[in-house]
Every structure is written in structure tokens, then in C-alpha cells.
T-cell receptor, first 112, second 111 residues
Framework: EAQVTQNPRYLITVTGKKLTVTCSQN?????MSWYRQDPGLGLRQIYY???????DKGDVPEGYKVSRKEKRNFPLILESPSPNQTSLYFC???????????FGPGTRLTVT | SQQGEEDPQALSIQEGENATMNCSYK?????LQWYRQNSGRGLVHLIL?????REKHSGRLRVTLDTSKKSSSLLITASRAADTASYFC???????????FGRGTSLIVHP
């Protein structure tokens, strides 16, 4: 089954404790993205990757890191999480055309 | 980056009625997509319309695009309670093929 998986689905952590949210897709897609979703703000793009070893900042990259060492994986790293990073996070992938994005199930992160 | 703006923010209708939501954007686009999100879940792609297209259909969905007005509309006909969800438009423009999402329209369909 074609899918995007994210882990963990739920995470509660404390300020400053490094964490990684994994994302994996089995569709051989070139493009992958991370979004955060907050009430009233919609989806905002954090980082995206156009292919292996190619990443670029989205609209809200501060406080986040990503890597793309393999085509299928695109982990999101929070080196020192803060409470304002409490949010619902989505990973997505897409082929180069026609740009339809496939979304993971989401990771709900709470930073206390 | 450009962001589509959906209107209305919230829409409440009875089952069987049609639901129309709109998306406006500011600059020329390559294409526009509509997505649905059930509460707390990942977005699901509904339909993509390219800048040289004016109308597309998919089942009970009808999407129109007016590039002169920089706007699109999504019509859901004969709505069902299962259509209750948030609906987002997403635009791609210039050299970027990663879509940018709006804030969404929350649709509630009462049985």
C-alpha cells in the first residue's frame, strides 16, 4: 500500500530535550515536505526536499533541522524544543508532477 | 510565499444541500489543488486544476478556476454527513512545485 508513515504519532516532551520525528514514504517520490498546523494559521511549511541531499527552508524553519540521506526518509529534528513548537506536524511527499501531495497521519507534539 | 485564502472560514449546512467554498490568491499560479482533512488527520488530495483549465469534475465535486479574478471555487453537491471536514486550497506558482496551503474552510454537514 502506498503510504507516508510518521513516528511517533504522539509525543510529550520537555523544553530543550532533543527529539526526532521520522517520516518515510514507499512511493519513490522525489519531493518531501514538513508542515506544522496550528489553529487559525492553517498549514505552514517548515522544510522541503527536492531530492536526496537537497533541502530548503520553508516559511517557518527556525528551530528545526532536516536531512535527506535516503530518498524514502525525511526526518524532522528539533535540537532544543520550546513550548511554541507545540503543534500538529505533517510530513508529505509527491512526485515531480503533477504535484499532488500525499500526507502522513500526523504527529501531535506537546512541549512543556 | 503565496498563500490561498479560503472563504468562508466555516460553513454549516444540512445533508443534501450543496456546499460552495472559495479560494482567492494574489499572484499567477501553475496550478491549484483542493484537499480535505478530517479532524486531526492527514490531508487527502481531492482535485488539481491547472492554470489553463477552467473547470474540473470528480464525482460530486466541481472545481472552477478564474485566473482573471485569481480565484477558485469548490462545489460539493448533495452533501453528506461524511463530507464534514476542513477543506484547503493549495497553490503552486513560479518555479516552485511545492504547494502553499491556505487556512481552510471548516464544513459541517448536519444529518
Amino acid at each position: 500500500e502506498a503510504q507516508v508513515t510518521q513516528n511517533p504519532r504522539y509525543l510529550i516532551t520537555v523544553t530543550g530535550k532533543k527529539l526526532t520525528v521520522t517520516c518515510s514514504q514507499n512511493m519513490n517520490h522525489e519531493y518531501m515536505s514538513w508542515y506544522r498546523q496550528d489553529p487559525g494559521l492553517g498549514l505552514r511549511q517548515i522544510y522541503y526536499s527536492m531530492n536526496v541531499e537537497v533541502t530548503d527552508k520553508g516559511d517557518v524553519p527556525e528551530g528545526y533541522k532536516v536531512s535527506r540521506k535516503e530518498k524514502r526518509n525525511f526526518p524532522l529534528i528539533l535540537e532544543s524544543p520550546s513550548p511554541n513548537q507545540t503543534s500538529l506536524y505533517f510530513c508529505a511527499s509527491s512526485p515531480p508532477t503533477p504535484y499532488e501531495q500525499y500526507f502522513g497521519p500526523g504527529t501531535r507534539l506537546t512541549v512543556t | 510565499s503565496q498563500q490561498g485564502e479560503e472563504d468562508p472560514q466555516a460553513l454549516s449546512i444540512q445533508e443534501g444541500e450543496n456546499a460552495t467554498m472559495n479560494c482567492s490568491y494574489k499572484t499567477s499560479i501553475n496550478n491549484l489543488q483542493w484537499y480535505r482533512q478530517n479532524s486531526g488527520r492527514g490531508l487527502v488530495h481531492l482535485i488539481l486544476i491547472r492554470s489553463n483549465e477552467r473547470e474540473k469534475h470528480s464525482g460530486r465535486l466541481r472545481v472552477t478556476l478564474d485566473t482573471s479574478k485569481k480565484s477558485s471555487s469548490l462545489l460539493i453537491t448533495a452533501s453528506r454527513a461524511a463530507d464534514t471536514a476542513s477543506y484547503f486550497c493549495a497553490t503552486s506558482s513560479g518555479g516552485s512545485y511545492i504547494p502553499t496551503f491556505g487556512r481552510g474552510t471548516s464544513l459541517i454537514v448536519h444529518p
